[in-house]
């Protein structure tokens, strides 16, 4: 720091990116763009800059940059999920039932939405659905929507980044060409798209 206390201007021994690592690596949970750059005192433009750079420097090693909406953190990739397991000794994650993965998939493509129109297109009540998958952290609450009784708005988090093995909302197939979100078995690296969901509804009968 300065003399003043002020920490010391972005210099070569202290680039952008490297900041941005150093502070996503301490930080306890998923920061805003707008945050990083009070922090570093660096334009919004150079963030999102600095973090490519970071998210290209990590395509092949252990760490991604999970975006979601306007927040960004710092994760394992999803190949190391079950070493981490093993070093930590907890087990794999539970597969979702088939009713979750619809809940899911509505919420991940039409974001932020209201439990209500969850209903509407599921046909059914999703209730206990939500119930479970607030649970399991892969969707929460972003808002209020407009209107009578202002009903809650949902979104997913980066818990449902970390679980379908994507990096940003950006990466979810497109619903023209694939027929759901992907979704990474715990036990094995993350799988493709159509290939990962079809194995998930063969392993679960619909609840």
């Known amino acids: ?8 201007a972005l210099t070569a021994d202290l680039a952008l990116p490297a900041l941005l690592e150093a502070l996503l690596f301490v930080a306890d ?6 945050r990083l750059a009070s922090v570093t005192g660096a334009s919004s433009a150079a963030v999102q800059a600095a973090l490519l750079e970071l998210q290209e420097h990590y395509a092949t090693r252990g760490l991604r940059l ?3 909406r306007d927040q ?9 999920t079950p070493y981490l397991e093993l070093l930590l000794g907890v087990g794999g994650r539970q597969r979702l039932s088939q009713a979750a993965l619809e809940t899911l998939a509505i919420v991940a493509y039409r974001q932020p939405v209201t439990r209500p129109q969850v209903d509407e297109i599921r ?3 999703s209730d206990s659905v939500f ?4 649970g399991k952290g892969l969707v929460d609450e972003v808002g209020r929507a407009d209107g009578p009784g202002r009903p809650v708005l949902y979104g997913t ?7 379908f093995g994507l990096n940003e909302l950006g990466e979810m197939p497109d619903l023209l060409t694939e027929p759901a979100i992907p979704v990474a078995d715990a036990e094995q690296p993350a799988e493709p798209a159509a290939d990962s969901l079809q194995s ?3 392993s679960q009968p619909a609840s």
């Open 66 to 68: 999970q975006r979601t």
């Open 200 to 202: 998930e509804r063969d």
């Open 157 to 163: 988090t980066p818990t449902f980044l970390q679980h």
């Open 123 to 125: 046909g059914v009540n």
């Open 131 to 134: 119930q479970n998958l607030l």
């Open 29 to 34: 949970g998923p920061q805003s763009f707008s």
């Open 72 to 80: 960004v953190q710092l994760t394992t990739a999803p190949a190391i």
């Open 1 to 8: 720091m300065n003399a003043d206390g002020a920490p010391q």
